[in-house]
């Protein structure tokens, strides 16, 4: 689990992570954040309690979010900063 921080996970721009069952709670800001151009595969992870938002993919690139969990951020529980063609 992870607690605390400004960011509970943070892939950074052109980053790549893999996370599994993973818990993500009470950031400053997000649960989890991905920059620009990074990648991330999302499976079974709790994102919670939040103070601005439980995941926000800021990348045009591959973001799979599988069997996810997001309640009780303070903002949405998933936000797509910018369209691309994975979710148009």
Do not use: Y
């Not at 993500?24 to 938002?53: F, M, Q, T, Y």
Request: glycine share 18%.
């Amino acid at each position: 689990m992870i607690t605390a921080g400004q960011h509970g996970v943070l892939v950074e721009q052109d980053g790549d992570l893999t996370a599994t069952r993973v818990t993500a709670r009470e950031g400053g800001e997000r649960g989890v954040l991905i920059a620009e151009a990074g990648r991330a595969p999302l499976n079974s992870c709790e994102v919670s309690a939040d103070g601005r938002g439980g995941v926000r993919i800021k990348s045009e690139a591959p973001v799979f979010v599988v069997n996810c969990t997001a309640r009780g951020n303070a903002g949405g529980g998933l936000v797509q900063a910018r369209v691309g063609d994975r979710c148009p």
